[in-house]
């Protein structure tokens, strides 16, 4: 089994910033990609960034010059600074991993339970 822990979300004014972990625990052989999704009320998931083991990154248009991925291999955590953030980003945001649990075995997705960012004045 494979679990991820969120943490760092809350309430914050527009303009502000957070800083968003998820650290992966359990049947670790490997990690593959690791990214943010969010999703606002009435509205589907939405990827806002990833990276990869390599630590390429790519965004959501709506997050670009605001947010910023990275992670740590050794201790298989993935963070994501939010900086300037708008009432639009509030959400509920999910850490996502790709994992592998054994040699020789395919990565599959796991997710984090979620964990909720409100940016309200």
């Known amino acids: 089994q494979v679990q991820l822990a969120e943490s760092g979300g809350g309430l914050v004014q527009p303009g502000g910033s957070l800083r968003l972990s998820c650290a992966a625990s359990?049947?670790?052989?490997?990690?593959?990609?690791m990214g943010w999704y969010r999703q606002a009320p009435g509205k589907e998931r939405e990827l806002v960034a990833g990276?990869?083991?390599?630590?390429?990154?790519n965004y959501a248009d709506s997050v670009k010059g605001r947010f910023t991925i990275s992670r740590i291999n050794a201790n298989y955590t993935v963070y994501l600074q939010m900086n300037s953030l708008k009432p639009e980003d509030t959400a509920v945001y999910y850490c996502?991993?790709?994992?592998?649990?054994?040699?020789?075995?395919?990565?599959?997705?796991?997710w984090g339970q979620g964990i909720q960012v409100t940016v309200s004045s």
């Open positions: 990276i990869t083991s390599g630590g390429a990154t």
């Open positions: 359990g049947s670790i052989f490997s990690i593959g990609a």
């Open positions: 996502n991993a790709r994992v592998a649990t054994a040699y020789g075995r395919a990565r599959f997705d796991y």
